[in-house]
């Protein structure tokens, strides 16, 4: 039986250890590798070659997304090969871009040389970075760009709420926010791509020369393009300092995406709605995602937040792109 993505960890077997990745590397890729150390998550590794220098070993057991772990690879290579900002996919010595272990895909990526870009000064960057994925990505053969009605989006992202809401007072909110969302044009036809799917920073590293490039697309889902435009002022800071962006560094880095890739009337009077939808969604995923005692729930207020929807969420996403041209 096609397994299905997302998979619960309990579904997937043993991740490899250092000695496996060893192994691994040298019967797939042949890389003599001298040194294993694990990244900032227990799927990726850094691999130390003399000859080859440092590669990234990365391991997809399919947690993260709706789709099969081989098709992010498949993603990335072809983003890479149009020259997004982006690693390389190095291929197996019989030219394949990743290979199956056990119920797990394993594949072999360029190490992107920088730091964690966990600032807010290099946003109009990280804009302009995101629209250059987002050009690499239309012509993805297994999912390319359509021009599809929001609204379906945006429907589905309640439907989601409406089924994990936590109390009366938040189903209220939560109904609120589809009453507003409701009263909206009758279509609005947006370009919709395999998105990047978790734009943050702890995922974005700066080159030494400042150039921005994005790891992890195991995220990666088919939706408006817009919905990784928005999800910005939300994640951008969530690992680091526990804050969304303001409405002017919102703005910087929509700027900075529009610049490449100009909006239509359509997608301008989408983006709103979108984060709206979008916004609702996430903090009602945080809710079942962090315990009551999880002190996550606490910094980012998500009880209080949630009640705020049919006031906040829109005029935030209003701001994203006010006196932008």
């Given at each position: 039986m096609e397994a299905i993505y997302p998979r619960s960890r309990d579904e997937t077997g043993p991740l490899p250890d250092q000695r496996e990745i060893v192994d691994l590397c040298k019967r797939f890729w042949d890389l003599e590798v001298n040194n294993v150390c694990r990244a900032n998550s227990q799927c990726v590794f850094f691999c130390d070659s003399l000859r080859d220098g440092r590669v990234v070993f990365r391991v997809n057991p399919g947690w993260d997304g709706s789709n099969h772990p081989r098709t992010i690879v498949e993603f990335v290579r072809h983003l890479a090969d149009r020259g997004a900002p982006c690693p390389d996919i190095r291929p197996t010595t019989d030219g394949s871009p990743c290979k199956s272990v056990r119920d797990l895909v394993?594949?072999?990526?360029?190490f992107l040389e920088g730091k964690v870009v966990d600032r807010v000064d290099t946003l109009r960057s990280v804009g302009e970075a995101l629209a250059r994925v987002h050009d690499a990505s239309e012509d993805f053969p297994i999912f390319s760009?359509?021009?599809?009605?929001?609204?379906?989006?945006?429907?589905?992202?309640?439907?989601?709420?409406?089924?994990?809401?936590?109390?009366?007072?938040?189903?209220?909110a939560v109904a609120l926010l589809r009453a507003q969302l409701n009263?909206?044009?009758?279509?609005?036809?947006?370009?919709?791509?395999?998105?990047?799917?978790?734009?943050?920073?702890?995922?974005?590293i700066a080159s030494p020369s400042g150039e921005v490039r994005f790891t992890d697309f195991n995220s990666a889902h088919f939706?408006?393009?817009?919905?990784?435009?928005?999800?910005?002022?939300?994640?951008?800071?969530?690992?680091?300092?526990?804050?969304?962006?303001?409405?002017?560094?919102?703005q910087r880095f929509v700027a900075g995406y529009f610049s490449v890739r100009p909006p239509s009337?359509?997608?301008?009077?989408?983006?709103?709605?979108?984060?709206?939808?979008?916004?609702?969604?996430?903090?009602?995923?945080?809710?079942?995602?962090?315990?009551?005692?999880?002190?996550?729930?606490?910094?980012?207020?998500?009880?209080?937040?949630?009640?705020?929807?049919?006031?906040?969420?829109?005029?935030?996403?209003?701001?994203a792109i006010e006196g932008i041209d």
């Open positions: 394993i594949s072999v990526e360029s760009s359509e021009v599809k009605d929001a609204r379906l989006y945006i429907s589905d992202a309640l439907e989601y709420c409406e089924r994990t809401t936590f109390s009366s007072n938040a189903a209220e009263n909206t044009p009758n279509r609005m036809n947006v370009r919709w791509l395999l998105c990047r799917g978790d734009v943050r920073s702890w995922n974005t939706a408006p393009a817009l919905v990784d435009v928005v999800m910005v002022r939300m994640q951008w800071l969530i690992g680091t300092v526990g804050r969304q962006l303001s409405d002017d560094e919102m009337e359509d997608e301008r009077t989408a983006l709103p709605l979108i984060f709206a939808a979008w916004y609702a969604r996430r903090l009602c995923q945080l809710h079942r995602k962090w315990s009551p005692s999880s002190p996550n729930r606490k910094t980012w207020e998500l009880d209080d937040r949630i009640l705020a929807l049919p006031h906040a969420a829109i005029r935030m996403g209003e701001a």
